[in-house]
């Protein structure tokens, strides 16, 4: 099976779990949602490759919850756009974007309750760390936060652990060795978390399909923040403090661009995720070329 079969079934299959639920205005909510890339998939589908047809359903279930994930951070975000459209929040309102939430996470657990308990046990417990991972992700949003360490783990609960978990059970499922699936999707999600926050300062709107330099107005201090306060002296420390979750003037705007390119700390938050990605990299057997290139393509993403 060639991937974008794949993807397509995946839709495919979650389309007809949606039409199971036989509401109409679900399924065409749930029609106007944009699909996004579906990278957790596709590091299923690599990596159970001439078996993937085995894994189509957990995908399905992964991409659900991921999708439910979503349409709560949207109203946590206040996020009127999402992958470059209006989202379920902005058109429907946040009633409507949680219970669709709920709705599309709680039928993704029904799926998954025909799974062995090891399976079950995994993707609930990723689900437990996202969660977690969002709520220390806005209760670090509202001080500036210097310390490395707590964004690190907010970061691997919140995007990394739902991207290790799939890698851990399509390895399951088709008989290889999840430990090092596992560490390889945990690496990687790091990274591109890491990366997704460097694209917030580096991309104009167009490119993001949502608003740019949005990050540190929010207040989340992410790993470019952090690498540059470490750099700067005491009065720069003071005046980035000021500007977190300030409307930037365009005064502030060129201080802060100004202090990132003489920091080189956006340099160095993309040194650490290149590491962690090689790092990954160095688990997965040497033939593994799509898992490597995926690798290189989110290293290289531009949105
Ligand atoms: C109801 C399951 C459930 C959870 C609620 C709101 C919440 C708890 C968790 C949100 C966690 C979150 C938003 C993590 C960010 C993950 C992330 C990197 C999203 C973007 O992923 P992409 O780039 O998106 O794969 P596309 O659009 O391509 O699907």
Redesign the pocket.
Known sequence: MRLEEYLKRVQVKISEWIDELQEEYITETFSKI???????SQLMFYIAKDRAEEVINLSSII?L?????????D???DAET??GKPSVFATEGSKVAIML??I??SK?FVELSQYEPKIIGYIAGA?TK??I???V?VNLSHHFNSNRELYLQMIYN??AS??EIACRVSAITTQQDEETFGEYGRGL?IA??VI?DILDITQTSEQLGKPAMSDFLEGKTTLPYISLYNYLDSDGKNKLISLHKKELNSDDERWLLQKFNESRAIEEAYYFAKEESLKALKLIPEDATELRGIVDKLMQRSS
């Open positions: 944009e699909s996004g890339k579906m990278v957790r991409e919850i991921h999708l439910a994930s979503l349409l709560h951070d109203v946590i975000d999402r992958r939430g709920d599309l996470y993704a689900v996202l969660s991972g969002e709520m992700d919140k995007t739902l991207i999600g591109f978390q997704d």
